[in-house]
């Protein structure tokens, strides 16, 4: 992904968070498109579920120790998954999903830490 590409993404995703309300995380995690894509994304999908139990962690008030940002970013990026508007159609092979992997990759790399620290607070729990 070019650097031009990566800023394009980035602006779609800053663009997005704005407009991401509260409700919306129980939109992207009762949605069939997602759990069906989650089961087709290969490598990602630990990362993504990881997202998406965090997402739950935080609606069912058991994780709050997170930036809203962080949040709306997360959701955003779901939705964009699910949307039908997308750089790249989903319907295209291979390449559809190229575009939301980007948005995570995105979200990923700009929440390293945040994701870190929900890791270790899911381990501590789990022990």
């Given at each position: 992904?070019?650097d031009?590409?990566?800023?394009?993404?980035?602006?779609?995703?800053d663009?997005?968070?704005?407009?991401?309300?509260?409700?919306?995380?129980?939109?992207?995690?009762?949605?069939?498109?997602v759990?069906?894509?989650?089961?087709?994304?290969?490598?990602?999908?630990?990362?993504?579920?990881?997202?998406?139990?965090?997402?739950?962690?935080?609606?069912?008030?058991?994780?709050?120790?997170?930036?809203?940002?962080?949040?709306?970013?997360?959701?955003?990026?779901?939705?964009?998954?699910?949307?039908p508007?997308?750089?790249?159609?989903?319907?295209?092979?291979?390449?559809?999903?190229?575009d939301?992997?980007?948005?995570?990759?995105?979200?990923?790399?700009?929440?390293?830490?945040?994701?870190?620290?929900?890791r270790?607070?899911?381990?501590?729990?789990?022990?």
């Open positions: 992904m070019t031009e590409e990566q800023q394009k993404t980035a602006d779609k995703l663009e997005m968070t704005g407009d991401v309300q509260e409700g919306d995380i129980g939109k992207v995690l009762n949605n069939p498109k759990g069906g894509l989650m089961e087709k994304l290969g490598d990602i999908v630990d990362d993504v579920k990881e997202l998406f139990s965090m997402l739950q962690d935080y609606w069912n008030g058991s994780y709050r120790q997170v930036p809203w940002k962080f949040i709306a970013s997360v959701v955003a990026a779901f939705l964009y998954l699910i949307l508007i997308d750089v790249i159609p989903d319907f295209i092979p291979f390449v559809g999903f190229l939301d992997a980007a948005v995570f990759g995105l979200v990923f790399t700009s929440f390293k830490s945040e994701i870190e620290t929900y270790a607070w899911k381990n501590k729990r789990l022990e």
